[in-house]
T-cell receptor, first 109, second 112 residues
Framework: ELKVEQNPLFLSMQEGKNYTIYCNYS?????LYWYRQDPGKSLESLFV?????AVKQEGRLMASLDTKARLSTLHITAAVHDLSATYFC?????????FGAGTTVTVRA | ETGVTQSPTHLIKTRGQQVTLRCSSQ?????VSWYQQALGQGPQFIFQ???????GRGNFPPRFSGLQFPNYSSELNVNALELDDSALYLC???????????FGSGTRLTVV
């Protein structure tokens, strides 16, 4: 059974500092997604990583994928309040997504 | 190009009742997947429909069933509702199931 583990589950960030969220998974896959979810809302797609070594960046967020280590990271640079949300990674196996438990991020001044 | 629309947005049902949730896929997409997201958890895969046929199912009992129509819209039916069925139900559409998932805004189901 595929397991997708995110850590940390909760992250209190100070504005202006850098942080990383980790996503480990137990079965080979070369497709991984990162989503953002605001309270009571649906999932907003952040990144699609489709190959080993893939790196994508958008604003203060950068995601990478190491399929050999079965690890993806979401790096946040110079955190700002607008980044407060829950972030999920999802591994695609046979075009079905298995999600991690999510990392709830709170950015404080 | 329209996105994925789900209806209703909120629903309250009594334990033992039946419920139908609806999803209109994004234009051009022929695959719809359904997910259940309990409060404080990540979404769990329920099942997927591709060209009107079920194409994979997660660890959910048979009282969770679905349909996909010729226009690729889809329904999720849940019979004999239990309190634990209270959750946000998300549908996602894609083309040929090949990634590029677009999620709808979800239906919040509360079972009392």
């Amino acid at each position: 059974e595929l397991k997708v583990e995110q850590n940390p589950l909760f992250l209190s960030m100070q504005e202006g500092k850098n942080y990383t969220i980790y996503c480990n998974y137990s079965t080979t896959s070369d497709r991984l997604y990162w989503y953002r979810q605001d309270p009571g809302k649906s999932l907003e797609s952040l990144f699609v990583l489709l190959s080993n070594g893939a790196v994508k960046q958008e604003g203060r967020l950068m995601a990478s994928l190491d399929t050999k280590a079965r690890l993806s990271t979401l790096h946040i640079t110079a955190a700002v309040h607008d980044l407060s949300a829950t972030y999920f990674c999802a591994v695609d196996i046979d075009y079905k997504l298995s999600f991690g438990a999510g990392t709830t991020v709170t950015v404080r001044a | 190009e329209t996105g994925v629309t789900q209806s209703p947005t909120h629903l309250i049902k009594t334990r033992g009742q039946q419920v139908t949730l609806r999803c209109s896929s994004q234009s051009g997409h022929n695959t719809v997947s359904w997910y259940q997201q309990a409060l404080g958890q990540g979404p769990q895969f329920i099942f997927q429909y591709y060209r009107e046929e079920e194409n994979g199912r997660g660890n959910f009992p048979p009282r969770f069933s679905g349909l996909q129509f010729p226009n690729y819209s889809s329904e999720l039916n849940v019979n004999a509702l239990e309190l634990d069925d209270s959750a946000l139900y998300l549908c996602a559409s894609s083309l040929d199931g090949a990634g590029g998932y677009t999620f709808g805004s979800g239906t919040r189901l509360t079972v009392v």
